[in-house]
């Protein structure tokens, strides 16, 4: 934990605490993950159970005036505009269906399951504005859930406070594990809504190729740069294998394949845009007879000269995929600091 937010925690104690959950709520970055602050927070800033019911109180009520203006919000004039990006209606969406058909129309039950789960809090909470579920429903799940889940790391981090050091001293760790996971996990779920847009099978497998791809190659060079960053001071600690030059001939041949791939599935990008387009003078009857590839008879353009055929893209893909989670392997054997 920064030495500036433990001093903001045991200064201020539980209002700092509250302000930020009241925060990340209106999804405004915070930069500290709620749970393990109420984690401390129970730890450092809570003396006594009187003191604990309290926090838990005033916690649970930060979180119910922050989640209750984001639900408002997003009723009035944020439902038309993210009606109007997604171009469908997200409270028509998988999870609202889900949450009604599996709770027999009972909108508060899902709502309070949903609100507990820290990844789907927020999305809950706008869902439920979209579907335009009645206040009383929405209190109904809310209010209770904000109670639970901000009332339960206070009471570990009370009781348990000579293992909560041990979380305190690995909060860089996981904090630098949290700031490459929320990007890579929005860049996926982004990959596949993109990819389920291509309108058929065979886009719609083409574009998660090409995206997945992609995603995979940019992480891999990622990876290797910090690999590399990092070797002075592994190999001063005395726990490198690999001399740096063996290390950086591994890391050249990963990184070579891993650009390879991004320019695959740059190519299959493009491919996919082209044949999105409409072929010039296409008709009802268009495309009607036999045509090359996957896209031929849908009236889109023929793909480009060159484009990479749909089995054998998939088959280099793969093998590119192998290859480079083989060569992160070998160099993690060698570098067991990774």
């Given at each position: 934990?920064?030495?500036?937010?433990?001093?903001?925690?045991?200064h201020f104690g539980v209002p700092f605490v509250a302000l930020?959950?009241?925060?990340?709520?209106?999804?405004?970055?915070?930069?500290?993950?709620?749970?393990?602050?109420?984690?401390?927070?129970?730890?450092?800033?809570?003396?006594?159970?009187?003191?604990?019911?309290?926090?838990?109180?005033?916690?649970?009520?930060?979180?119910?005036?922050?989640?209750?203006?984001?639900?408002?919000?997003?009723?009035?004039?944020?439902?038309?505009?993210?009606?109007?990006?997604?171009?469908?209606?997200?409270?028509?969406?998988?999870?609202?269906?889900?949450?009604?058909?599996?709770?027999?129309?009972?909108?508060?039950?899902?709502?309070?399951?949903?609100?507990?789960?820290?990844?789907?809090?927020?999305?809950?909470?706008?869902?439920?504005?979209?579907?335009?579920?009645?206040?009383?429903?929405?209190?109904?799940?809310?209010?209770?859930?904000?109670?639970?889940?901000?009332?339960?790391?206070?009471?570990?981090?009370?009781?348990?406070?000579?293992d909560v050091g041990r979380i305190e001293a690995r909060y860089?760790?996981?904090?630098?594990?949290?700031?490459?996971?929320?990007?890579?996990?929005?860049?996926?779920?982004?990959?596949?809504?993109?990819?389920?847009?291509?309108?058929?099978?065979?886009?719609?497998?083409?574009?998660?190729?090409?995206?997945?791809?992609?995603?995979?190659?940019?992480?891999?060079?990622?990876?290797?740069?910090?690999?590399?960053?990092?070797?002075?001071?592994?190999?001063?600690?005395?726990?490198?294998?690999?001399?740096?030059?063996?290390?950086?001939?591994?890391?050249l041949l990963v990184g070579l394949l891993a650009v390879t791939?991004?320019?695959?599935?740059?190519?299959?990008?493009?491919?996919?845009?082209?044949?999105?387009?409409?072929?010039?003078?296409?008709?009802?009857?268009?495309?009607?007879?036999?045509?090359?590839?996957?896209?031929?008879?849908?009236?889109?353009?023929?793909?480009?000269?060159?484009?990479?055929?749909?089995?054998?893209?998939?088959?280099?893909?793969?093998?590119?995929?192998?290859?480079?989670?083989?060569?992160?392997?070998?160099?993690?054997?060698?570098?067991?600091?990774?």
């Amino acid at each position: 934990m920064s030495p500036s937010v433990l001093a903001l925690l045991r200064h201020f104690g539980v209002p700092f605490v509250a302000l930020v959950v009241g925060a990340g709520e209106l999804g405004v970055p915070t930069g500290i993950p709620s749970e393990i602050l109420l984690l401390l927070a129970g730890s450092y800033a809570v003396h006594s159970v009187p003191g604990l019911v309290v926090a838990a109180l005033t916690v649970a009520l930060a979180d119910i005036i922050g989640t209750t203006s984001l639900h408002l919000a997003a009723r009035g004039h944020g439902s038309r505009l993210l009606t109007r990006i997604l171009h469908h209606d997200p409270g028509q969406s998988r999870f609202v269906t889900w949450g009604r058909r599996r709770f027999g129309g009972h909108d508060w039950i899902w709502i309070f399951v949903g609100r507990l789960l820290p990844i789907v809090r927020m999305p809950v909470t706008v869902s439920a504005a979209m579907a335009h579920v009645p206040l009383k429903q929405f209190f109904l799940g809310a209010v209770p859930a904000s109670i639970v889940w901000g009332s339960t790391p206070l009471i570990v981090g009370y009781f348990f406070q000579a293992d909560v050091g041990r979380i305190e001293a690995r909060y860089a760790q996981i904090s630098r594990l949290l700031i490459v996971a929320v990007p890579v996990l929005a860049l996926a779920a982004g990959v596949a809504w993109w990819a389920r847009r291509g309108g058929s099978r065979a886009a719609d497998w083409r574009r998660g190729r090409a995206g997945l791809g992609l995603l995979l190659g940019i992480l891999a060079v990622v990876y290797l740069v910090w690999v590399l960053r990092g070797y002075e001071r592994t190999a001063a600690q005395g726990v490198a294998i690999l001399s740096f030059p063996d290390l950086a001939r591994q890391g050249l041949l990963v990184g070579l394949l891993a650009v390879t791939l991004v320019v695959l599935s740059g190519r299959e990008m493009l491919a996919d845009r082209h044949s999105q387009r409409p072929a010039p003078g296409a008709g009802a009857g268009a495309g009607a007879g036999t045509g090359v590839g996957d896209d031929a008879g849908n009236g889109a353009e023929p793909l480009p000269r060159g484009a990479p055929s749909t089995r054998l893209a998939t088959a280099v893909w793969v093998a590119l995929v192998l290859l480079i989670g083989v060569g992160i392997a070998a160099m993690g054997a060698g570098y067991p600091r990774v």
